[in-house]
């Protein structure tokens, strides 16, 4: 059985610093795509940083490129979003997803899709405050 589960997030000022845990089981290998969407109050969800378990390129939406970064670690399967210099936008319900995909030796950073609705499984979701 598939899990993710998350940590972290909280609130801080404008231009600091907050970081994300996601830890997923039950996939087989490396073979999944997980990442963090983004809810802000009254909208969807949307991609924010997504990497393919097995290493090579993580995506980033174009607003948190160059702040954000996308780690992780495949012996404890979890993955980190370190976020910088964070600004009053970047608040929201932050979600970490993952679903299976065909196993690649050379993955790409447009392997893993970016829309909310191609991801079966869904961590109970953290907040991110950041004030102005």
């Known amino acids: 059985q598939v899990q993710v589960v998350e940590s972290g997030g909280g609130s801080v000022e404008a231009g600091g610093s907050l970081r994300l845990s996601c830890k997923v089981s039950?996939?087989?290998?490396?073979?999944?795509?997980m990442g963090w969407f983004r809810q802000a109050p009254g909208k969807g969800r949307k991609g924010v940083a997504l990497?393919?378990?097995?290493?090579?390129?993580?995506w980033y939406a174009e607003s948190v490129e160059a702040r954000f970064t996308i780690s992780q670690d495949n012996f404890k399967n979890t993955a980190y979003l370190q976020m910088n210099d964070l600004k009053p936008e970047d608040t929201g319900m932050y979600y970490c997803?993952?679903?299976?995909?065909?196993?690649?030796?050379?993955?790409?950073?447009?392997?893993?899709?970016?829309?909310?609705?191609?991801?079966?499984?869904w961590g109970q979701g953290t907040q991110v405050n950041v004030s102005s």
């Open positions: 990497i393919y378990g097995g290493g090579g390129s993580p």
């Open positions: 039950g996939y087989t290998w490396s073979s999944y795509c």
């Open positions: 997803a993952a679903v299976a995909v065909p196993f690649t030796t050379a993955p790409t950073s447009s392997l893993c899709a970016t829309e909310e609705s191609a991801y079966n499984d």
